[in-house]
């Protein structure tokens, strides 16, 4: 099967190794899903992770998703439930936090930052190699261009199936097996093989700008969101010099996770 065929071929340019301890970013989507699904028929050392956000009914949805699918898998399912954790919702937070901030944060945009800085730490708690997550051609493609159209390329140097980050002890390593893979393919092959998926987008997914740049992207073709990658590809070595002294890795000040910054994001916002 092509999917199959790409996925492994991603693998093994990124080379990959089975005694690596693999964390896999699962939301309940088909991608995520998909990546952990392949992950353990290919015979590579996985574990689940989920954040419940607490959006209500989504989020119930999104959670039995999760457990029947490592339940199916055999795989242990660790759960970081947000409002227990940080002491509210995830639209509680990010209220909260655009009322502190104004408006100009977006819900997507502030949602990344705290499931990002969350992943991280707790990988880290968990002593893994690596974290997986489901990240499609489709949505790389769309990464690229919007960096481009923002007149800043050099947001998109630590992209790629494997992280360029600065190799460091609190920074975990991310992969991205379905890098190539186009987003209608994991559909069907997810609906295929019958998976546990909530093929429902999240409600609160309703004002990025991301959103602007995917009607544009689901009007190309596959072949021209393949060839929008392999640009990047012949350019990404030259995007990597275009990095700022600020986009050096250092500890943030306040919770001592990595940051490009003195203060990282997350602190940035909830401060």
């Known amino acids: ?58 989020s119930k949805k999104c959670l039995e998703a999760v457990e029947k699918l490592c339940n199916n898998l055999g795989i242990n399912l660790h759960i970081y439930n947000i409002k227990n954790e940080m002491g509210g919702s995830m639209c509680y937070i990010r209220t909260a936090i ?11 945009a502030i949602c990344g930052v705290i499931k990002k800085w969350i992943m991280n730490r707790e990988a880290r708690k968990l002593k893994v190699n690596k974290i997986a997550t489901g990240h499609n051609l489709d949505d790389e493609a769309q990464t690229f261009l919007m960096n481009i159209l923002k007149g800043s390329p ?18 975990i390593t991310r992969i991205k097996p379905l890098f190539y893979i186009a987003e209608n393919d994991i559909r069907e092959y997810a609906k ?63 919770c001592g996770e990595p940051s490009r910054k003195k203060i990282c994001r997350m602190c940035e916002m909830i401060k």
């Open 192 to 254: 295929k093989k019958k998976l546990p998926v909530v093929f429902e987008h999240c409600p609160c997914a309703i004002d990025s700008y991301r959103i602007q740049i995917r009607q544009f992207t689901n009007s190309l073709s596959k072949k021209e969101k393949e060839n929008i990658m392999k640009n990047f590809d012949k350019l990404s070595d030259k995007i990597q010099k275009l990095k700022s002294e600020d986009a050096e890795l250092h500890y943030c000040e306040k």
């Open 154 to 171: 050099q947001l998109s140097a630590n992209s790629g199936a494997i992280t360029r980050n600065v190799k460091d002890k609190k920074f």
């Open 98 to 108: 655009q009322t502190s901030h104004g408006k100009g944060l977006k819900n997507c």
């Open 1 to 58: 099967m092509e999917l199959e065929q790409k996925f492994k071929q991603t693998l093994e340019k990124i080379k990959l190794n089975k005694k690596d301890k693999i964390l896999v970013a699962l939301s309940g989507g088909k991608d995520s899903t998909v990546t952990a699904y392949l992950l353990k028929k290919f015979g590579y050392n996985i574990e689940g992770f989920h954040i419940n956000l607490s959006m209500g009914e989504y």
